[in-house]
Protein backbone atom coordinates (compact mmCIF):
# COMPACT_ATOMS: atom_id res chain seq x y z
CA UNK A 1 0.00 0.00 0.00
CA UNK A 2 1.45 3.47 -0.58
CA UNK A 3 1.47 6.34 1.34
CA UNK A 4 -1.43 8.39 0.20
CA UNK A 5 -3.70 5.34 -0.10
CA UNK A 6 -2.78 4.42 3.73
CA UNK A 7 -3.22 8.09 4.83
CA UNK A 8 -6.77 7.98 2.80
CA UNK A 9 -7.72 4.82 4.39
CA UNK A 10 -6.89 5.58 7.67
CA UNK A 11 -7.21 9.38 8.43
CA UNK A 12 -9.31 8.75 11.28
CA UNK A 13 -7.99 6.02 13.22
CA UNK A 14 -6.29 6.88 16.98
CA UNK A 15 -3.76 4.52 18.32
CA UNK A 16 -3.85 4.44 21.95
CA UNK A 17 -1.34 2.76 24.60
CA UNK A 18 -1.71 -0.87 25.85
CA UNK A 19 -3.94 -0.63 28.91
CA UNK A 20 -4.91 -3.96 29.40
CA UNK A 21 -3.61 -3.51 32.89
CA UNK A 22 -4.69 -0.38 33.70
CA UNK A 23 -7.95 0.24 36.23
CA UNK A 24 -9.94 3.49 34.45
CA UNK A 25 -12.76 6.07 35.32
CA UNK A 26 -14.02 8.33 33.52
CA UNK A 27 -17.04 11.03 33.02
CA UNK A 28 -19.05 10.77 29.35
CA UNK A 29 -21.79 12.38 28.34
CA UNK A 30 -23.91 12.03 24.61
CA UNK A 31 -26.12 14.88 23.36
CA UNK A 32 -24.61 17.78 25.98
CA UNK A 33 -26.85 20.11 26.64
CA UNK A 34 -25.80 21.78 29.98
CA UNK A 35 -22.40 23.15 30.27
CA UNK A 36 -20.24 26.65 31.36
CA UNK A 37 -19.28 29.09 29.14
CA UNK A 38 -15.51 28.17 28.11
CA UNK A 39 -12.91 30.73 29.57
CA UNK A 40 -9.87 29.93 27.72
CA UNK A 41 -8.55 32.08 24.79
CA UNK A 42 -8.22 28.69 22.33
CA UNK A 43 -11.70 27.72 22.60
CA UNK A 44 -13.72 30.78 24.19
CA UNK A 45 -16.92 31.62 25.40
CA UNK A 46 -18.87 29.63 23.11
CA UNK A 47 -17.36 26.83 23.40
CA UNK A 48 -18.55 24.23 26.46
CA UNK A 49 -16.72 24.01 29.51
CA UNK A 50 -16.69 21.17 32.16
CA UNK A 51 -14.60 20.43 35.25
CA UNK A 52 -13.94 16.60 36.18
CA UNK A 53 -12.46 15.97 39.26
CA UNK A 54 -10.75 12.61 39.89
CA UNK A 55 -9.50 11.29 42.90
CA UNK A 56 -6.88 9.04 44.21
CA UNK A 57 -7.16 7.06 47.16
CA UNK A 58 -3.75 5.31 46.75
CA UNK A 59 -0.29 6.55 45.50
CA UNK A 60 -0.03 5.63 42.04
CA UNK A 61 0.57 6.53 38.10
CA UNK A 62 -2.40 8.49 36.61
CA UNK A 63 -2.80 9.01 32.77
CA UNK A 64 -5.74 11.58 31.84
CA UNK A 65 -7.34 11.84 27.67
CA UNK A 66 -10.28 13.95 26.87
CA UNK A 67 -12.24 12.70 23.54
CA UNK A 68 -14.66 13.84 21.21
CA UNK A 69 -16.61 12.70 18.42
CA UNK A 70 -16.95 14.83 14.93
CA UNK A 71 -19.49 12.21 13.37
CA UNK A 72 -22.22 9.57 14.31
CA UNK A 73 -21.77 7.59 11.16
CA UNK A 74 -23.19 10.34 8.77
CA UNK A 75 -22.56 10.85 5.59
CA UNK A 76 -19.53 12.81 5.03
CA UNK A 77 -21.68 15.58 3.79
CA UNK A 78 -23.68 16.14 7.14
CA UNK A 79 -20.40 15.92 9.53
CA UNK A 80 -19.53 19.09 10.98
CA UNK A 81 -15.56 19.73 10.94
CA UNK A 82 -14.49 21.44 14.79
CA UNK A 83 -12.45 24.44 13.78
CA UNK A 84 -14.56 26.02 11.18
CA UNK A 85 -15.06 29.65 13.76
CA UNK A 86 -12.57 31.40 15.19
CA UNK A 87 -11.69 32.57 18.47
CA UNK A 88 -10.26 35.50 19.69
CA UNK A 89 -6.89 35.29 18.47
CA UNK A 90 -8.07 35.19 15.07
CA UNK A 91 -7.47 31.35 14.35
CA UNK A 92 -9.80 28.67 14.08
CA UNK A 93 -11.30 26.95 17.39
CA UNK A 94 -10.28 24.23 18.56
CA UNK A 95 -11.02 21.98 21.83
CA UNK A 96 -8.79 22.34 24.49
CA UNK A 97 -7.85 20.16 28.11
CA UNK A 98 -6.08 21.28 31.24
CA UNK A 99 -5.14 19.54 34.03
CA UNK A 100 -4.35 21.17 37.03
CA UNK A 101 -4.73 24.81 38.47
CA UNK A 102 -1.36 26.19 37.13
CA UNK A 103 -2.08 29.65 35.34
CA UNK A 104 0.53 28.77 32.46
CA UNK A 105 -0.16 25.18 32.19
CA UNK A 106 1.93 25.04 28.72
CA UNK A 107 5.44 25.30 30.16
CA UNK A 108 4.57 22.26 32.59
CA UNK A 109 3.00 20.27 29.93
CA UNK A 110 -0.46 20.51 31.36
CA UNK A 111 -2.85 21.51 28.74
CA UNK A 112 -3.54 20.17 25.16
CA UNK A 113 -5.38 21.34 21.89
CA UNK A 114 -6.82 19.09 20.09
CA UNK A 115 -9.67 18.82 16.64
CA UNK A 116 -11.18 15.61 17.14
CA UNK A 117 -10.56 12.26 18.25
CA UNK A 118 -8.32 11.85 21.35
CA UNK A 119 -6.39 14.51 23.15
CA UNK A 120 -4.06 12.57 25.15
CA UNK A 121 -2.27 14.35 28.14
CA UNK A 122 1.30 15.18 27.03
CA UNK A 123 2.69 14.49 30.88
CA UNK A 124 1.98 11.40 33.41
CA UNK A 125 0.67 12.32 36.84
CA UNK A 126 2.02 10.91 39.70
CA UNK A 127 -0.62 11.52 42.32
CA UNK A 128 -0.65 10.78 46.35
CA UNK A 129 -3.27 9.55 48.26
CA UNK A 130 -5.91 11.81 48.82
CA UNK A 131 -5.29 13.45 45.90
CA UNK A 132 -7.47 15.04 43.41
CA UNK A 133 -6.59 16.03 39.88
CA UNK A 134 -8.78 18.58 38.25
CA UNK A 135 -8.84 18.35 34.57
CA UNK A 136 -10.61 21.44 32.88
CA UNK A 137 -12.15 20.87 28.61
CA UNK A 138 -13.63 23.03 26.72
CA UNK A 139 -15.32 21.87 23.02
CA UNK A 140 -16.25 23.56 20.27
CA UNK A 141 -20.18 22.98 20.03
CA UNK A 142 -21.16 26.49 18.82
CA UNK A 143 -22.19 25.23 15.05
CA UNK A 144 -25.55 23.72 15.08
CA UNK A 145 -23.98 20.00 13.28
CA UNK A 146 -21.71 19.33 15.99
CA UNK A 147 -21.75 16.01 17.51
CA UNK A 148 -22.14 17.17 21.69
CA UNK A 149 -20.95 14.04 22.66
CA UNK A 150 -17.21 13.96 25.19
CA UNK A 151 -15.59 12.46 27.81
CA UNK A 152 -12.33 12.89 29.93
CA UNK A 153 -10.77 9.24 30.70
CA UNK A 154 -7.98 9.15 33.44
CA UNK A 155 -6.38 5.66 33.75
CA UNK A 156 -4.27 4.48 37.12
CA UNK A 157 -1.91 1.52 37.71
CA UNK A 158 -2.92 0.65 41.29
CA UNK A 159 -6.58 1.37 41.37
CA UNK A 160 -10.05 2.86 39.91
CA UNK A 161 -10.07 7.04 40.93
CA UNK A 162 -13.23 8.43 42.03
CA UNK A 163 -14.68 10.49 39.66
CA UNK A 164 -16.82 13.71 40.53
CA UNK A 165 -19.89 14.31 37.89
CA UNK A 166 -19.25 18.28 36.56
CA UNK A 167 -22.48 19.29 37.23
CA UNK A 168 -23.60 18.00 40.48
CA UNK A 169 -24.62 20.49 43.13
Given at each position: MDLPLFMQSFKFMDISVDI??????????HD??????GTSKYCGKSCAKQTVKFTSDV??????AAHSWYKKMAPT???????TVVN????????????????????NRDAILF?????????????????TLTVEV??????????RDWSVVAWST?????????LAA
Open positions: EHLHHAYMMEATQWYPAQTVYIKCNFQTGEMGKRKQHFMKVGSDKNPWVKSGEGPSKKVYEVQAGEEYDFSDSKAIEKKLTVTDP
